[in-house]
C-alpha cells in the first residue's frame, strides 16, 4: 500500500465523518432482514388454522428462530473482532433465502423448525457485523448512526402484520415464496457494503486508530463493567419478554378481546411495530443530546402506567395506548447497544451479539413461556400479566452515568 493510501487511512480514522450512504444503505440491508424473518411470526396465524398448531407449537418455532439466531450472534461477534469477515454479511442473508423457501413449502410443523433455523444462522451473521459496519461509518454520531441501523430493523419487524394481511391471507403459506426476492435483493446489496467493508479494513489496518483498537480488543472486562453488563441485561430480558408477548399473542388477544378479524388484528399490531421503530429512530439521537443512561432509564419509566393499563382499554384508547407504549419501550433499543459498546470498547461485534443477541434469546425464551402460560392461565391473563415486566427495567437506574464509562476508558 502506498504510503498516501496509509496517511489517508489515518485522517479517516480521525476526520469523525458520518457516511451517511453506508449508514442507508446497512439500514436498508436490516429492513430486508428482519422483514424476512418477520415472515415467520405473521405466518403464526396461517399455520395455525393450515397445520392446526396450539400456541406453544407457534412458540416453539419463535424459540427455534430466535434462539438459533441469540447463541450464535455473541460467538460470530467474538470471532469477527479478532477477524473481520465482510463477505459473511451476504452469505448470511443466502441461508436466510434458503429459509425462507423452505418455511414456503414446508409440509409439517418439523419442516417449517427446520427452515427458521437456517433463517435464524442468517440473522446470527447478519446483526454483529452489520453493527459493526454501522459503527465503522458512525463518526462521532454513534447513537444517530445505531439508530439509522436500527431502525431499518424494527421496521422490517414491523411489517409482520402488513405480510400477514397483504400476502399471506389471500396466497397462504405458499406466499412466502415470494420474499426469495427479497433476499436476493438483499443479498446484492450486502455485496456492496462488504466490498467498502473489506477496503476499510485494508486501510484501517495501518492506522494508529486500529492499533489501539486491537489492543483495547485484548484486554479484560473489570468486575464493575460485569455489573453494568448485568444490568442491562435485565433491561433487555424485561423489554424482550413483553415485545415478544406483544408480537406473537396480541393479535390473537385482539380477535378474542374486540372481534376482530385477522386482517384488523394485524393493523393494531402494525401500529405497535411501527411506534417502535420510530422510538428506535429517536432514541439514538436523543442518547446523543442528552445521555444514553438517560434515554434508557426514561424508556422504562415513561413506558410503565401504558403497560399496565393497555389490556383493559376499549379498542379505540387501545389502539392509542399501543402506539405510545411501542415508540417509549424501543427509545432505548439502540441506545443499549451503543451504551454497550462504549462499556467495553474494541469488543464491538461480542456487544452487539449480547444486546441484539440476547434480546432475540429473551424473546425465544419468552415465545415458549408466554405461549405455554397462556394456554395455562388464558390469553386474556396472560396479556395482563406481561404489563407489570417493564418494572424490572427500572434497574436501568443503577447504570452507571455515560461520564462514569467515559472516565473508566480512560484509566
Keep these: 500500500m502506498s504510503q498516501q493510501a496509509i496517511i489517508s487511512a489515518k485522517k479517516a480514522g480521525t476526520s469523525g465523518a458520518t457516511i451517511y450512504k453506508i449508514l442507508f444503505i ?4 436490516h429492513l430486508l432482514n428482519d422483514a424476512l424473518q418477520a415472515v415467520v411470526p405473521a405466518m403464526f396465524p396461517i399455520l395455525e388454522k393450515s397445520m392446526g398448531l396450539s400456541y406453544t407449537q407457534l412458540g416453539v418455532i419463535a424459540f427455534s428462530l430466535n434462539m438459533v439466531s441469540s447463541v450464535m450472534q455473541p460467538l460470530i461477534g467474538v470471532f469477527t ?43 446470527a451473521v447478519f446483526h454483529p457485523e452489520g453493527s459493526r459496519v454501522a459503527h465503522m461509518a458512525s463518526g462521532t454520531r454513534r447513537g444517530l448512526a445505531q439508530s439509522i441501523y436500527q431502525v431499518g430493523g424494527n421496521t422490517g419487524q414491523a411489517l ?17 415464496s415470494w420474499f426469495s426476492i427479497v433476499a436476493a435483493l438483499a443479498v446484492i446489496l450486502l455485496v456492496y457494503i462488504a466490498n467498502w467493508y473489506n477496503q476499510k479494513l485494508r486501510l484501517s489496518s495501518h492506522s494508529v486508530k486500529a492499533k489501539s483498537a486491537r489492543q483495547t480488543n485484548n484486554k479484560g472486562i473489570g468486575k464493575r463493567v460485569k455489573t453494568a453488563l448485568i444490568l442491562i441485561l435485565l433491561l433487555i430480558f424485561a423489554r ?21 378479524t385477522i386482517k384488523e388484528s394485524q393493523l393494531f399490531l402494525f401500529a405497535f411495530l411501527v411506534a417502535g421503530a420510530v422510538g428506535t429512530f429517536f432514541g439514538g439521537p436523543l442518547s446523543d443530546r442528552f445521555g444514553k443512561k438517560r434515554i434508557i432509564s426514561f424508556s422504562m419509566l415513561a413506558v410503565l402506567p401504558f403497560s399496565l393499563l393497555l389490556p ?12 405510545l407504549t411501542g415508540f417509549i419501550l424501543m427509545t432505548s433499543f439502540s441506545v443499549t447497544v451503543v451504551y454497550a459498546q462504549e462499556l467495553v470498547p474494541g469488543k464491538i461485534g461480542l456487544m452487539s451479539g449480547l444486546t441484539v443477541g440476547l434480546a432475540f434469546g429473551m424473546g425465544a425464551v419468552g415465545s415458549v413461556g408466554l405461549g405455554t402460560i397462556a394456554d395455562l392461565i ?21 447504570l452507571p452515568s455515560d461520564k462514569t464509562i467515559s472516565e473508566w476508558n480512560e484509566e
Design 26 to 29: 446497512i439500514g436498508i440491508c
Design 81 to 123: 473482532d479478532r477477524k473481520p469477515k465482510p463477505f459473511a454479511l451476504p452469505i448470511g442473508l443466502t441461508a436466510t433465502l434458503i429459509g425462507v423457501l423452505g418455511i414456503a413449502f414446508a409440509p409439517s410443523f418439523a419442516w417449517v423448525v427446520f427452515s427458521v433455523v437456517f433463517i435464524g444462522i442468517g440473522s
Design 160 to 176: 409482520a402484520p402488513l405480510i400477514t394481511a397483504l400476502i399471506l391471507v389471500p396466497l397462504g403459506q405458499k406466499g412466502a
Design 240 to 260: 424482550s419478554w413483553y415485545i415478544s408477548g406483544m408480537t406473537n399473542f396480541y393479535a390473537f388477544y385482539a380477535i378474542h378481546q374486540y372481534g376482530m
Design 312 to 323: 383493559f382499554m376499549p379498542s379505540v384508547v387501545a389502539f392509542i395506548f399501543l402506539l
Design 378 to 398: 388464558g390469553l386474556p391473563t396472560m396479556i395482563s400479566a406481561i404489563g407489570v415486566l417493564p418494572l424490572i427495567g427500572l434497574t436501568a437506574f443503577l
